[in-house]
């Protein structure tokens, strides 16, 4: 027997090549997958489906007639002596060698196979091990697997052939190529109708020339977006709610032709489409504009709606022809590399003027650009700047301010004005300025951090002032609003050029890593402009831009050209544009047209505008077919049975604009009713609460003294505060007037100015009522609740985030209102301590973090020697569920990952990490089930319950 006796095969399942035994699967849809979910049962054996194996590349380094002892590497060595990448010292590889036996007086040529093969095998691994290294990776080169060549799929897959060729074939090819191929494969008349459908369909949404074994991960987002589209238009959804991002980005207007077809079909289907657009055809299919706004950031915040009326191509803005100045620009000749589908040997590129790269998406424009223009003109030492899209950092310690290169400006005429106390570093978020209780990042558990309000300085910090501001109000304003005549003259550049290009709503605080494509690429221009401001006429530079008018109105695109020209007038500007408000603006054009196929001189059109027919530039007819297309589709019934059909009266009137947690618009009302209405329920006559700081400040007046709780913050996340915390600030307060019971509720500290007393109180400021000290009562001003008889403190203002599920969620559940939890009332024995054993029936005791557990003990704020059966209902569910308001940082631990800190996360989620170990035999997670959460009010902190209105919590309103 071939096999041997033990190997059982079906010969249901395989077939046998009798002249060599070897064995083939019948094909089954199993064979021809790589799937973890099939147990990757078509992959190849050798390289596990990847298709790709890491080898080292010895050919050029490896001087083969020099004695082995000699050093035969031909590497440079690193300071320390050692070869660079291998980490090898020249002696220890040459002993290393010996000791397998290999003679070290012969040279490479001059040895056996076998002994060339280990020490080939010794230099390999030694990489291998240092793969992470840059220096190392120049010798490892990816190869295609041999096995497999490069498909990833096993021999038994390959050998099952369609019309002559194996599925790895059909997988290189993009998804036009497939289509010319279909006849030829046997299909059925329906499954080749089919086909052929879906691959007209990915050829419309122009996404047809992507490779159909490309990875999801390196396609653009365009072409992502495009992609999601696909699944949703082939699974006949119907009744969802569909919500498309700026599906026209990256798409040359004729591209968004099926784009919005796909559009007009989801909706004939009765699904609800919401798409994020500039584009005007795509307000021109749509039967409801939002427009939100009036301005961007701060001055948005609003909704405007308006119903459309279809307008003709010929009447939407961009259409208009501008007068192009005729310009007799001189060119230069650049020699390219071909690369990918752009097969040019060289291009013309008119000098100081300006050009836009124009095309399909997929045509190829980055990579004539950003890629080969780009090395050719590195090569030609003509000096050339590339603007593209890519974020500078991900760091969210990463603002504009520190990427304008104004920050360390900004910090010194601070630390001037606040000299000797506080220094440049104490004005820095990320130095000693930090806020210590969210360590600088300005949020903790995704709602704005109750100390600094998101500032994220330390209070002291902010009491320093220039020209009337804070460093936080200089990070937070809009720029115009700040006054760069005098201190801040350094501003006024930046000032003048981020309005320009429609970015002064970006604040100088904002982290970059939250900058939209086209934000960002304008503050790259900014940046670039800044620097190179008074050189940039002599610099005859190139500037390459990608999609810079990405986002922009109109209003938008005509003022970041106008930008363009002052700055860079005299040089030459290369940019890679979809909008036809930018194009028909530039002087010359270079049209890469559809995506289909290999670019060359013939198919590429290059000319002044006007001079020539461009053929990505021919929008006639382009409405019309929207509007056939539109006008086929039958009314829908969900619009002629809406209850609100659009009426005159609510035309053009402005909504609140609110977060979306809120599906119902019913509920936008109840938040904005509740936030200008709303009464605190306890009636505390010692408590007043204010709108603002400024009501605030104006009913204190010139009251004296002014007094502060320091605890504030660390009283509204638990009735005690952490032993470390008190002795922390009762230290830092030493030798100030203070008047300190042990009770923390009460400890006060008299303030210098009422800046102080607002900033160190968290926003509750003390006043006496009458003489102090003595037996006064004293009275709470403040711009958040706290009471006193109750020990209340709610950590948000109510008026701007109280009522708003997505800013005021429960940290437990984060707004859901349920969350997942074993039957705890069933396990649990409340007779017995967590450290019992017999408490739950499974020895919960043993996985118990117990560091942690004496960490918070230690602190004060919890007791687990107690029984359950003595502890309160809310100290019980912090048992179960964790005490998420507060962790600790373990000392000398930076902070960063889970690990660093101390944190008690509750029975419910020890059980689940540790299910297993604790219950071998059954799988405790079967009994994972939804409950309510205890710590909130339907998703809502439970503070939220403290305000009314009508006599009316907002729950009851959202439940009724
Ligand atoms: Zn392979
Ligand atoms: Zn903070
Ligand atoms: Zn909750």
Same mark, same amino acid.
């Given at each position: 027997?071939?096999?041997?006796?033990?190997?059982?095969?079906?010969?249901?399942?395989?077939?046998?090549?009798?002249?060599?035994?070897?064995?083939?699967?019948?094909?089954?849809?199993?064979?021809?997958?790589?799937?973890?979910?099939?147990?990757?049962?078509?992959?190849?054996?050798?390289?596990?489906?990847?298709?790709?194996?890491?080898?080292?590349?010895?050919?050029?380094?490896?001087?083969?007639?020099?004695?082995?002892?000699?050093?035969?590497?031909?590497?440079?060595?690193?300071?320390?002596?050692?070869?660079?990448?291998?980490?090898?010292?020249?002696?220890?590889?040459?002993?290393?060698?010996?000791?397998?036996?290999?003679?070290?007086?012969?040279?490479?040529?001059?040895?056996?196979?076998?002994?060339?093969?280990?020490?080939?095998?010794?230099?390999?691994?030694?990489?291998?091990?240092?793969?992470?290294?840059?220096?190392?990776?120049?010798?490892?080169?990816?190869?295609?697997?041999?096995?497999?060549?490069?498909?990833?799929?096993?021999?038994?897959?390959?050998?099952?052939?369609?019309?002559?060729?194996?599925?790895?074939?059909?997988?290189?090819?993009?998804?036009?190529?497939?289509?010319?191929?279909?006849?030829?494969?046997?299909?059925?008349?329906?499954?080749?109708?089919?086909?052929?459908?879906?691959?007209?369909?990915?050829?419309?949404?122009?996404?047809?020339?992507?490779?159909?074994? %490309?990875?999801?991960?390196?396609?653009?987002?365009?072409?992502?977006?495009?992609?999601?589209?696909?699944?949703?238009?082939?699974?006949?959804?119907?009744?969802?709610?569909?919500?498309?991002?700026?599906?026209?980005?990256?798409?040359?207007?004729?591209?968004?032709?099926?784009?919005?077809?796909?559009?007009?079909?989801?909706?004939?289907?009765?699904?609800?489409?919401?798409?994020?657009?500039?584009?005007?055809?795509?307000?021109?299919?749509?039967?409801?504009?939002?427009?939100?706004?009036?301005?961007?950031?701060?001055?948005?915040?609003?909704?405007?709606?308006?119903?459309?009326?279809?307008?003709?191509?010929?009447?939407?803005?961009?259409?208009? *022809?501008?007068?192009?100045?005729?310009?007799?620009?001189?060119?230069?000749?650049?020699?390219?590399?071909?690369? %990918?589908?752009?097969?040019?040997?060289?291009?013309?590129?008119?000098?100081?003027?300006?050009?836009?790269?124009?095309?399909?998406?997929?045509?190829?424009?980055?990579?004539?650009?950003?890629?080969?223009?780009?090395?050719?003109?590195?090569?030609?030492?003509?000096?050339?700047?590339?603007?593209?899209?890519?974020?500078?950092?991900?760091?969210?310690?990463?603002?504009?301010?520190?990427?304008?290169?104004?920050?360390?400006?900004?910090?010194?005429?601070?630390?001037?004005?606040?000299? !000797?106390?506080?220094?440049?570093?104490?004005?820095?978020?990320?130095?000693?300025?930090?806020? !210590?209780?969210?360590?600088?990042?300005?949020?903790?558990?995704?709602?704005?951090?109750?100390?600094?309000?998101?500032?994220?300085?330390?209070?002291?910090?902010?009491?320093?002032?220039?020209?009337?501001?804070?460093?936080?109000?200089?990070?937070?304003?809009?720029?115009?609003?700040?006054?760069?005549?005098?201190?801040?003259?350094?501003?006024?550049?930046?000032?003048?050029?981020?309005?320009?290009?429609?970015?002064?709503?970006?604040?100088?605080?904002?982290?970059?890593?939250?900058?939209?494509?086209?934000?960002?690429?304008?503050?790259?221009?900014?940046?670039?402009?800044?620097?190179?401001?008074?050189?940039?006429?002599?610099?005859?530079?190139?500037?390459?831009?990608?999609?810079?008018?990405?986002?922009?109105?109109?209003?938008?695109?005509?003022?970041?050209?106008?930008?363009?020209?002052?700055?860079?007038?005299?040089?030459?500007?290369?940019?890679?544009?979809?909008?036809?408000?930018?194009?028909?603006?530039?002087?010359?054009?270079?049209?890469?047209?559809?995506?289909?196929?290999?670019?060359?001189?013939?198919?590429?059109?290059?000319?002044?505008?006007?001079?020539?027919?461009?053929?990505?530039?021919?929008?006639?007819?382009?409405?019309?077919?929207?509007?056939?297309?539109?006008?086929?589709?039958?009314?829908?019934?969900?619009?002629?049975?809406? !209850?609100?059909?659009?009426?005159?009266?609510?035309?053009?009137?402005?909504?609140?604009?609110?977060?979306?947690?809120?599906?119902?618009?019913?509920?936008?009302?109840?938040?904005?009713?509740?936030?200008?209405?709303?009464?605190?329920?306890?009636?505390?006559?010692?408590?007043?609460?204010?709108?603002? %700081?400024?009501?605030?400040? *104006?009913?204190?007046?010139?009251?004296?003294?002014?007094?502060?709780?320091?605890?504030?913050?660390?009283?509204?996340?638990?009735?005690?505060?952490?032993?470390?915390?008190?002795?922390?600030?009762?230290?830092?307060?030493?030798? %100030?007037?203070?008047?300190?019971?042990?009770?923390?509720?009460?400890?006060?500290?008299?303030?210098?100015?009422?800046?102080?007393?607002?900033?160190?109180?968290?926003?509750?400021?003390?006043?006496?009522?009458?003489?102090?000290?003595?037996?006064?009562?004293?009275?709470?001003?403040?711009?958040?609740?706290?009471?006193?008889?109750?020990?209340?403190?709610?950590?948000?203002?109510?008026?701007?985030?109280?009522?708003?599920?997505?800013?005021?969620?429960?940290?437990?559940?984060?707004?859901?209102?349920?969350? *997942?939890?074993?039957?705890?009332?069933?396990?649990?024995?409340?007779?017995?301590? !967590?450290?019992?054993?017999?408490?739950?029936?499974?020895?919960?005791?043993?996985?118990?973090?117990?560091?942690?557990?004496?960490?918070?003990?230690?602190?004060?704020?919890?007791?687990?020697?107690?029984?359950?059966?003595?502890?309160?209902?809310?100290?019980?569910?912090?048992?179960?569920?964790?005490?998420?308001?507060?962790?600790?940082?373990?000392?000398?631990?930076?902070?960063?990952?889970?690990?660093?800190?101390?944190?008690?996360?509750?029975?419910?989620?020890?059980?689940?990490?540790?299910?297993?170990?604790?219950?071998?035999?059954?799988?405790?997670?079967?009994?994972?089930?939804?409950?309510?959460?205890?710590?909130?009010?339907?998703?809502?902190?439970?503070?939220?319950?403290?305000?009314?209105?009508?006599?009316?919590?907002?729950?009851?309103?959202?439940?009724?």
């Amino acid at each position: 027997m071939l096999l041997g006796d033990e190997v059982e095969l079906n010969f249901d399942e395989h077939y046998f090549y009798l002249p060599d035994g070897v064995v083939f699967r019948k094909p089954s849809a199993l064979l021809f997958s790589r799937s973890q979910a099939s147990s990757r049962s078509g992959c190849c054996k050798a390289c596990g489906g990847i298709g790709k194996k890491i080898a080292a590349d010895f050919d050029e380094i490896i001087k083969k007639n020099t004695p082995l002892h000699d050093g035969f590497l031909d590497v440079p060595l690193t300071k320390s002596g050692r070869y660079v990448g291998f980490k090898f010292l020249p002696t220890g590889l040459s002993s290393l060698i010996k000791k397998q036996g290999i003679d070290t007086s012969k040279t490479f040529n001059g040895l056996s196979a076998d002994a060339r093969e280990m020490l080939l095998g010794i230099l390999t691994n030694k990489l291998l091990s240092n793969h992470t290294d840059e220096n190392t990776r120049q010798y490892l080169k990816e190869t295609n697997c041999s096995a497999c060549e490069g498909s990833g799929y096993s021999y038994q897959t390959r050998a099952v052939l369609v019309n002559g060729k194996s599925i790895d074939y059909f997988l290189n090819l993009t998804a036009n190529e497939l289509r010319s191929e279909l006849s030829g494969m046997g299909l059925e008349k329906d499954e080749l109708a089919r086909l052929n459908d879906f691959l007209s369909v990915i050829d419309k949404l122009a996404i047809g020339h992507i490779g159909l074994n %490309r990875p999801t991960s390196s396609i653009s987002s365009g072409e992502a977006q495009r992609l999601k589209l696909l699944d949703v238009l082939m699974s006949n959804h119907s009744g969802k709610i569909i919500v498309l991002d700026e599906p026209s980005a990256n798409l040359q207007y004729h591209d968004n032709l099926a784009i919005l077809d796909a559009i007009l079909k989801l909706k004939a289907r009765d699904n609800c489409v919401i798409v994020v657009e500039h584009n005007p055809l795509y307000h021109n299919i749509s039967d409801r504009i939002l427009h939100v706004g009036p301005g961007a950031g701060a001055e948005g915040g609003y909704v405007k709606e308006s119903f459309p009326t279809f307008l003709p191509t010929q009447q939407l803005a961009f259409h208009v *022809k501008r007068p192009t100045a005729k310009v007799n620009a001189s060119f230069t000749t650049l020699t390219l590399k071909p690369k %990918r589908n752009v097969r040019l040997e060289s291009i013309k590129i008119p000098g100081e003027c300006f050009t836009a790269v124009v095309g399909s998406s997929g045509a190829g424009k980055s990579t004539l650009v950003l890629e080969m223009m780009y090395s050719s003109l590195i090569e030609s030492k003509v000096p050339v700047v590339k603007l593209d899209s890519k974020p500078p950092g991900k760091s969210t310690a990463s603002i504009v301010a520190t990427y304008l290169e104004v920050f360390d400006d900004i910090r010194k005429e601070f630390s001037r004005e606040a000299t !000797p106390y506080l220094t440049e570093s104490d004005f820095s978020f990320n130095a000693r300025g930090a806020c !210590p209780v969210c360590n600088g990042s300005g949020n903790e558990g995704g709602k704005p951090c109750g100390v600094c309000f998101g500032s994220r300085y330390k209070p002291d910090v902010l009491l320093t002032k220039v020209e009337g501001l804070s460093i936080v109000d200089v990070l937070q304003l809009n720029i115009l609003d700040i006054n760069t005549s005098k201190a801040f003259g350094f501003l006024s550049n930046v000032r003048r050029i981020l309005d320009a290009l429609s970015l002064a709503h970006i604040t100088l605080g904002r982290a970059t890593s939250s900058l939209s494509g086209g934000e960002l690429q304008r503050l790259k221009l900014a940046k670039f402009i800044l620097r190179h401001k008074r050189t940039l006429g002599k610099e005859r530079a190139v500037v390459m831009l990608d999609e810079p008018s990405r986002g922009l109105d109109s209003t938008g695109v005509s003022q970041l050209y106008e930008v363009l020209l002052e700055y860079l007038a005299g040089l030459t500007v290369i940019a890679i544009e979809h909008n036809p408000e930018f194009i028909y603006r530039s002087t010359y054009i270079i049209d890469l047209g559809r995506a289909i196929g290999e670019k060359n001189q013939d198919n590429i059109v290059a000319g002044y505008l006007g001079d020539k027919d461009f053929p990505s530039l021919n929008y006639s007819l382009l409405s019309d077919e929207i509007k056939a297309s539109k006008d086929s589709l039958q009314p829908i019934a969900f619009n002629a049975a809406k !209850p609100g059909v659009p009426d005159a009266a609510s035309e053009g009137r402005y909504f609140q604009f609110l977060p979306h947690l809120y599906i119902k618009q019913n509920n936008f009302d109840v938040e904005r009713q509740f936030s200008n209405r709303f009464s605190i329920q306890k009636n505390d006559g010692n408590f007043r609460l204010f709108k603002s %700081r400024d009501e605030l400040q *104006k009913a204190v007046g010139e009251a004296c003294p002014l007094l502060f709780n320091p605890l504030v913050s660390h009283l509204e996340k638990f009735p005690k505060v952490p032993v470390s915390v008190f002795k922390a600030v009762t230290a830092e307060y030493k030798g %100030r007037e203070l008047y300190l019971s042990e009770d923390p509720w009460r400890m006060l500290v008299k303030a210098v100015s009422f800046d102080e007393a607002f900033l160190k109180g968290a926003g509750v400021v003390a006043l006496p009522n009458g003489d102090f000290p003595g037996p006064a009562t004293i009275n709470y001003y403040g711009i958040r609740l706290f009471n006193l008889a109750e020990r209340i403190v709610d950590g948000i203002q109510p008026d701007k985030y109280a009522f708003n599920l997505y800013r005021n969620a429960c940290i437990y559940c984060k707004g859901y209102g349920h969350f *997942k939890s074993y039957p705890f009332e069933k396990w649990i024995d409340k007779r017995f301590s !967590p450290f019992d054993a017999r408490m739950t029936p499974f020895g919960l005791n043993r996985v118990m973090p117990k560091a942690t557990i004496s960490h918070f003990a230690k602190e004060g704020l919890f007791d687990f020697s107690v029984p359950p059966s003595e502890l309160t209902d809310d100290e019980y569910n912090i048992l179960l569920y964790g005490f998420k308001a507060y962790k600790f940082q373990k000392p000398g631990k930076p902070g960063v990952v889970q690990d660093d800190f101390w944190e008690w996360r509750g029975l419910n989620s020890y059980v689940y990490h540790n299910a297993a170990k604790l219950s071998p035999r059954e799988d405790l997670n079967t009994h994972l089930g939804w409950r309510e959460c205890p710590f909130c009010a339907r998703g809502f902190k439970k503070t939220v319950t403290q305000y009314v209105c009508d006599g009316k919590t907002i729950v009851s309103f959202l439940d009724s």
